[in-house]
């Protein structure tokens, strides 16, 4: 009788784990500093810097940024937590460096 009513329950589960990790590889491109090559930097930034009216220095700063670390945050904003190196970068004031 164990048998039929663990059953659902299993599917439940591997349904779960097929989901975590499914998505494992697109979280660790994401999470892994300096996975980046130097020739991905400028269309990552070219995005990164994408909704701001302030592109010039956003590009300047992001692809400086992103010479020295090799990862650029996802999305237009935030995010910086991903790159640890890109979010550590501050100027002499204590400010972020890297947009």
Known sequence: MAGPSLS???????????VTF?????????TRSG???????????????SATSHKKPCMF?????CAKCL??????????Q?????NSWKTKEGGPKCP
């Open 61 to 65: 700063f992001c692809q400086k940024c």
């Open 8 to 18: 659902p329950i299993m599917v439940a589960l591997s349904l779960l784990l097929l």
């Open 35 to 49: 996975t980046l090559r130097p020739s991905d930097c400028k269309p990552k930034c070219t995005y990164r810097c």
């Open 82 to 86: 991903v790159c640890p190196c890109y």
């Open 71 to 80: 990862c650029v945050p996802p999305g237009t904003y935030g995010n910086k």
């Open 22 to 30: 499914s998505n494992v590889g697109v979280a660790e491109a994401y």
